[in-house]
C-alpha cells in the first residue's frame, strides 16, 4: 500500500513537472528569445537558493501533512495567477519581461520544491529497511510520470494550448495534494522523526 500511495504520488509531481516545462521555454522563446537563456538560468539559481534555505526554516516547524497541503496549495494558485495574466491581462504584460521570467522561475521552484517536499516526506514514512523494497517502485511511478506528462504535452498541448498548460498542471498539483493527504491518513506513519 506505501508503495502503491507514494509511487501515485510521485507519478503525479513528476507528470506535472513534464507538462509545464514547455510552458517555460515556450514563453521565453515566444517572447525574449533563446538570448536570454542563460540569464534567466542565472536568476533561478539564485532565487531557488532563496526559497530552499526558507524552505528548510519552515519543514521542521509544520507537521508532513500540512507542509504537503502548504506547497501543493501555494503552487496551485500561483499556477492559476499565472494564467489568469497571461489570459486577461494586455498582451504586452503577458510578453514583459518580468512576466516571462517568473514563469520560468516558477517551474525551476517547483522541479526544486515540489520534487523535494515528496522526498522529504517519503524519507520520513519509510524505514531504512523498506527503502531497499520500495525506492524502485516509487522512482518508476516518476519514470512513468515523466513519460505520461511529456506525451500529454504531445498529444494535446497544440490542441489545450500551451498557457492553458498551467490549469492542467494546477488541476494535478491539487491531485498531489490529495494524494498526499491521502497517503497520511490510510497509512498513519508515526510523527516525524527530528535528529
Not at 528548510?56 to 495567477?81: D, E, G, K, M, P
Not at 517519503?122 to 531497499?132: L, P, Q
Amino acid at each position: 500500500m506505501k508503495a502503491a500511495l507514494l509511487s501515485s504520488w510521485f507519478f503525479v509531481t513528476v507528470a506535472t513537472l513534464w507538462i509545464i516545462k514547455p510552458v517555460r521555454v515556450a514563453t521565453l522563446l515566444a517572447h525574449l528569445g533563446a538570448i536570454e537563456t542563460p540569464y534567466v538560468r542565472l536568476a533561478s539559481v539564485g532565487v531557488v537558493g532563496i526559497v530552499v534555505a526558507l524552505y528548510s526554516l519552515v519543514v521542521n516547524r509544520v507537521t508532513r501533512v500540512q507542509l504537503v497541503r502548504l506547497a501543493n496549495a501555494c503552487f496551485a494558485t500561483l499556477l492559476i495567477v499565472f494564467w489568469l495574466i497571461s489570459r486577461h491581462a494586455s498582451p504586452a504584460l503577458a510578453a514583459n519581461r518580468t512576466f516571462v521570467w517568473a514563469i520560468y522561475i516558477l517551474v525551476e521552484l517547483y522541479a526544486v520544491l515540489l520534487v523535494g517536499v515528496f522526498w522529504t516526506y517519503a524519507n520520513d514514512i519509510v524505514t531504512t529497511t523498506e527503502s531497499n523494497r520500495l525506492y524502485g517502485i516509487i522512482g518508476l511511478g516518476g519514470i512513468l510520470g515523466g513519460i505520461a506528462g511529456g506525451a500529454f504535452v504531445d498529444v494535446l498541448g497544440d490542441r489545450v494550448g500551451t498557457m492553458n498548460l498551467l490549469l492542467v498542471a494546477a488541476a494535478l498539483v491539487l491531485c498531489a495534494a490529495i494524494l498526499g493527504t491521502l497517503t497520511e491518513s490510510v497509512l498513519r506513519p508515526p510523527d516525524r522523526r527530528h535528529e
